[in-house]
């Protein structure tokens, strides 16, 4: 006999529910044998312990940092390391300087240079640049000796006044001599190399083979609205195979970088009818001090985009992408110190949490046999596979995106158990409620299906926004169980809708459950009076009399508003006709 619609809608969503478990099986199951994923899931800092670094500010005599400057710098450190995938990190302040950073695990070099870069950008122009190999002069003696000093008696004031970053004139006798004294090896161990936002500064890139004279800021990096990391292609669309950096400036940085593009072009078309070369025509893109990139403008750019490119790697990339997204910091800070911590609560609390969890769920498996007999079965496995696909979801996210189960992760599992059965107990008393109108099991599916699922789906969306807003406004170990607790309520409608609701599809068309086994938990007689609307109840023919009494209350209580006054109605009119007939 060919299956009905309803059984082939139940046979089709058991199998694409197959699909996504063999799918999450499989991906897991590769990334174990041929990358870094693990069977189990990645432990928290509460479990599993991991690396505490104390950054220290860098500040010149006498300055100190404010709470404001402090709280900023946490902000902006806590978002940087989660977007290097690292779940569960903490990260507070130590008294009233010091930052400290609690990450789980070991953490990698280049986790670490996101949270103490202070990845300040700054767009200047180009004066001057060269070699830096050439660092002595040959005096009149013709011996070569380094280059001094300036001389304190230099002129460092401009001739006449700039008109623009790229005005030589800002070239005085003194900064040509630091200029020329400028020793880019003193990069590598210098702490901060700064200059004014309005004043020239020294540099050199930063693998130091080019030394630049750069002119003040013209555009700043506080500018920079957006920045992500991606492969440079050409004007014809070819993947050049380079990595690069992509801005995105907000509309005073994009004027600003305008303006600038036209100016430095008309340097790069005089430099080319000339045959010569000209610094001028070069825009430097300078990262704490240091030159990233300083490319030629080769034309007008009116947009609000730009590229940086260099020495990239896919990594160095993204991790300068998401400095400069988040912004720089307030103040300059160096690790101070960087410790291997212990578990907080360690291996001991988690096995008493999975122990809870079990109980809680052999609660829910006992409590489901005895209220719905063999139907308690049907909830049991939607339970064990909503705890699989929790599991493998679960790894996955620890294995891309560095997800981290703590403790307060599995409260928001062990939690997810309660909400889950819900759903199943209010789509069986549904059911239950089809039954006592008197209708057949599989009219009674579905139509139990119809009212239910309105009632499941706002449930699941109340719960499911209380996880994201806790989530978005939380920190720390709660955003853990907003975590978990907002992906197993996604889970549990998956499963609801791809496993229960086909699953009593195709038991509804069993003998056992259609002709209402007592062990069913479906048995019409076992539910008391069979429900005929209009708030009329006809007892089943098997029931006793304490089984009526007990029915009719529950009938009763079933009864809507309009059903129950209807009733009243007609009771009242009854007691007036027989009062006439009396009278």
């Not at 040959?138 to 460092?156: D, H, Q």
Request: charged share 15%.
């Amino acid at each position: 006999m060919a299956k009905t619609s309803p059984a082939r809608h139940a046979s089709r969503s058991l199998i694409w529910l197959g699909v996504l478990v063999v799918a999450l099986a499989a991906a897991l199951t590769s990334g174990v044998l041929w990358s870094s994923a693990t069977v189990a899931p990645k432990l928290g800092l509460d479990l599993q312990g991991g690396t505490e670094v104390i950054l220290t500010p860098v500040l010149q005599h006498g300055e100190t940092v404010s709470s404001n400057e402090l709280n900023q710098a946490v902000s902006i450190i806590r978002q940087r390391v989660n977007a290097s995938g690292v779940s569960e990190a903490t990260v507070s302040t130590q008294g009233n300087a010091n930052i400290v950073v609690d990450v789980p695990g070991q953490i990698d070099d280049a986790t670490k240079q996101r949270i103490e870069a202070s990845s300040k950008m700054e767009l200047r122009p180009v004066l001057l640049a060269q070699s830096p190999a050439t660092t002595t002069f040959t005096g009149s003696n013709g011996k070569s000796t380094p280059y001094p000093t300036p001389a304190p008696t230099l002129a460092n004031t401009p001739t006449a006044k700039p008109t623009d970053g790229s005005d030589e004139n800002w070239v005085t006798p003194y900064l040509q001599a630091k200029y020329n004294a400028f020793d880019c090896n003193s990069l590598k161990t210098a702490t901060t190399n700064v200059a004014p936002a309005n004043q020239p500064l020294v540099t050199c890139d930063s693998t130091g083979s080019t030394k630049y004279l750069l002119g003040p800021v013209e555009v700043e990096g506080s500018d920079i609205t957006n920045a992500t990391s991606g492969m440079q292609t050409s004007q014809q669309g070819v993947n050049t195979g380079q990595w690069v950096v992509n801005l995105t400036f907000n509309s005073r940085g994009a004027k600003a970088f305008d303006s600038v593009s036209q100016r430095l072009n008309a340097f790069y078309a005089a430099a080319q009818s000339s045959g010569q070369n000209d610094p001028r025509s070069q825009f430097a893109f300078v990262l704490d001090g240091r030159v990233l990139s300083a490319p030629q403008m080769q034309g007008v750019i009116t947009g609000n985009t730009s590229t940086i490119s260099g020495n990239f790697t896919q990594t160095s990339a993204q991790s300068l992408a998401d400095q400069l997204k988040f912004g720089a910091l307030p103040v300059s800070f160096k690790v101070q110190s960087s410790n291997t911590i212990s578990a907080t609560l360690g291996s001991t609390q988690l096995l008493s949490g999975m122990i809870a969890g079990a109980i809680g769920l052999l609660l829910v498996f006992v409590y489901t046999l005895f209220q719905y007999r063999t139907l308690g079965f049907v909830t049991i496995f939607s339970l064990v596979i909503a705890a699989a696909l929790s599991y493998l979801t679960i790894a996955l996210l620890s294995w891309q995106m560095g997800y981290r189960l703590s403790l307060a992760g599995v409260a928001g599992l062990i939690v997810a158990i309660g909400f889950t059965a819900d759903s199943f107990i209010v789509y069986f008393e549904r059911i239950r409620d089809e039954l006592r109108e008197g209708r057949g099991l599989e009219s009674a599916v579905e139509a139990g299906w119809r009212r239910a699922r309105r009632t499941i789906y706002a449930a699941k969306t109340t719960n499911l926004l209380a996880a994201v807003v806790l989530y978005i406004f939380a920190i720390g170990d709660v955003q853990g169980f907003a975590f978990t607790l907002g992906l197993t309520t996604i889970l549990d409608v998956l499963i609801v809708v791809l496993f229960t609701h086909p699953i009593m599809q195709l038991f509804a068309r069993t003998r056992f459950f259609a002709s209402g086994h007592p062990l069913s938990g479906l048995d019409p007689s076992a539910l008391g009076a069979v429900y005929r609307g209009g708030g009329q109840f006809r007892p089943a023919a098997t029931v006793g009399a304490a089984k009526l009494a007990s029915s009719s209350r529950e009938a009763a209580k079933r009864q809507t508003i309009a059903e129950r006054k209807a009733a009243e109605a007609e009771l009242a009119g009854t007691g007036t006709r027989r009062n006439g007939k009396d009278d």
